[in-house]
């Protein structure tokens, strides 16, 4: 092949699954926009777009009526290099085993697991918990309880067989509404009306639900609420905690038409069954022993509900993953900023809620406008000589530590203060004894998990009000808060290398201000230490999305942190 026709190829894809795109070759994006029908986006730099071919992107293309010779065809006439012979038969074989798998419903309180072929089952059944006993139907088929419908689509997933969901949704109360618009709302801008026509795509269905991935800031709950609007039904709301559930009636009441009436909360303080109810995690899973049986549950079952909303679904708790088979017969959305989670648990989210159907572009939507433009740094600091001692004579578990509570990361906060004095500011930390410290010296007002839900929103509804300028905030507040006049955030700890933490902290800081002002997301470091290893981990996820820190040596450049 010529170098004229090198140029023009932009692809270089390799036997793994990792696609290389070169930007020079995309002036008008038609090949990231194709790539993105069967490809996951993991990483962007000035020269390069990386995507990843998985199982899950594949069976969504073969959901979209995408055939394997077709991507293959496409993929061959753009690539710099022929593809191998192993990289072509995985692509077939995943694709080709879309559909080779269908749930039926049999009777009212069971289905019927189908396969294309018998020699299937044993790789599925091999999956299947104990307590999950299926009946042979015959050669290609077995019987289970409706309840095991979350339970067998885990299993399928597991072996490698995406099941085509046919068992039908419950009917769910009708539910009519409008969205609102108003001075602070304006409609759906052009990025939130593409992801809700893709959990309505041709093809899009055939799994009952799926998951929207978009930026802090962004408007995911408008996105919801298009698509609640459209479901038309009754609808449960999970969120991770009782702020958020506050915060999702607010938007509600804010956005619709709704009634008062017509939305209700049911957490720790307040218990509504509504059309719309919103609740948390917790609630759905309380319950008082091991063997007890869930009482949240049984009251939430007297609402017919026809959609369940999981707000930060990379959140969801192994127990709601069992609760989950519950809502399998309903229509299903996922929301969250990073489909990332740190337990490797991302095939359950496929399997109980859906396939991811829309993910917005961080880099992207910053650089039409839709969220703020960031500036992270990462601020390296020594250890005073005493600390440096202990910290090397120290086991492991102690190294973390004593890293994350530096007291020198304590002066360096005062300077980042003065430096922003006409914006708002979130500390934020992991280790409460270290915020303590930090709230004794300054006088600034502390939120942590223990302080009551009406204390914290007090807090809260005073930064928003701009009556404190400066908030210090522990993990609770890592998600699900609204924020919105936050520029500056100042991370002194966290928890561990959590790059899903790292992501949901920026997040706090990027809603656009009226001002326009850039967001600065400083993040501070002991030098030298597992504090800085564990940085670069937490670091990864927005460098995939284009992010990049600029690092600074406080004994070198502390005098130009800004």
Not at 179 to 188: C, K, T, Y
């Amino acid at each position: 092949m010529s170098e004229k026709s090198l140029l023009k190829k932009g692809l270089i894809i390799q036997h793994d699954g990792t696609v290389l795109l070169e930007k020079i070759a995309d002036s008008g994006s038609e090949l990231s926009l194709k790539l993105n029908r069967f490809a996951q986006k993991v990483r962007e730099t000035e020269q390069l777009v990386t995507f990843r071919l998985t199982p899950f992107t594949l069976w969504q293309a073969a959901a979209s009526g995408m055939s394997a010779k077709s991507l293959l065809e496409w993929l061959r006439s753009h690539s710099k290099f022929p593809l191998t012979g192993a990289f072509e038969r995985r692509v077939e074989e995943t694709i080709n085993r879309f559909g080779q798998i269908r749930l039926q419903r049999r009777k009212e309180h069971t289905f019927a697991l189908v396969g294309a072929s018998p020699s299937i089952f044993p790789q599925i059944l091999t999956h299947l918990k104990r307590e999950t006993v299926p009946v042979p139907e015959s050669e290609r088929a077995f019987i289970f309880p409706m309840h095991s419908l979350g339970a067998v689509k885990q299993a399928c997933v597991a072996a490698g067989y995406p099941p085509l969901d046919e068992t039908g949704f419950a009917g769910g109360e009708s539910l009519s509404f409008s969205l609102s618009e108003h001075d602070r709302f304006r409609g759906l801008r052009p990025y939130q009306q593409d992801a809700l026509e893709a959990y309505f795509a041709e093809g899009a269905d055939w799994y009952g639900g799926g998951v929207i991935v978009l930026p802090c800031g962004a408007g995911k709950t408008v996105v919801a609420l298009a698509i609640m609007q459209r479901v038309g039904k009754a609808t449960l709301i999970l969120t991770p905690n009782g702020t958020s559930a506050k915060q999702w009636v607010r938007e509600i009441l804010d956005k619709t038409d709704l009634r008062a009436d017509e939305v209700g909360e049911y957490t720790a303080t307040v218990k509504q069954i509504r059309p719309v109810t919103v609740t948390t995690y917790q609630m759905l899973t309380h319950r008082d022993g091991k063997d007890a049986s869930f009482p949240h549950m049984e009251l939430l079952r007297s609402r017919d509900f026809g959609f369940v909303i999981y707000d930060e679904v990379h959140l969801l708790p192994a127990p709601v993953f069992r609760l989950t088979a519950e809502f399998q017969a309903k229509r299903r959305l996922g929301l969250t900023a990073t489909l990332v989670r740190e337990d490797g648990k991302e095939e359950d989210v496929f399997s109980l809620v859906g396939p991811k159907l829309y993910e917005g572009s961080w880099k992207e939507l910053e650089r039409n406008g839709w969220i703020s433009e960031a500036v992270l740094r990462e601020i390296r600091i020594p250890f005073d000589p005493d600390w440096e001692t202990a910290y090397q004579k120290a086991d492991q578990r102690q190294k973390v530590r004593l890293a994350a509570e530096n007291p020198r990361k304590i002066p360096l906060i005062e300077e980042i203060i003065n430096r922003h004095r006409d914006e708002q500011i979130l500390i934020i930390g992991q280790y409460l004894r270290q915020l303590d410290r930090i709230s004794r010296r300054y006088g600034f007002p502390l939120i942590t998990g223990s302080m009551p839900a009406d204390k914290r929103e007090a807090w809260y509804r005073q930064f928003r009000q701009r009556r404190i300028r400066v908030l210090i905030v522990s993990k609770v507040a890592n998600m699900a808060v609204d924020l919105p006049d936050a520029s500056v955030a100042i991370q002194i700890s966290g928890t561990f290398g959590s790059r899903q933490e790292e992501a949901q902290r920026l997040g706090r800081i990027l809603r656009v201000k009226e001002t326009g002002s850039k967001a600065y997301f400083y993040h501070l470091v002991t030098k030298d230490t597992v504090d800085q290893e564990y940085a670069w981990r937490r670091q990864s996820y927005l460098a995939e999305q284009g992010y990049r820190y600029e690092v600074i040596d406080m004994e070198r450049e502390c005098r130009h942190v800004r």
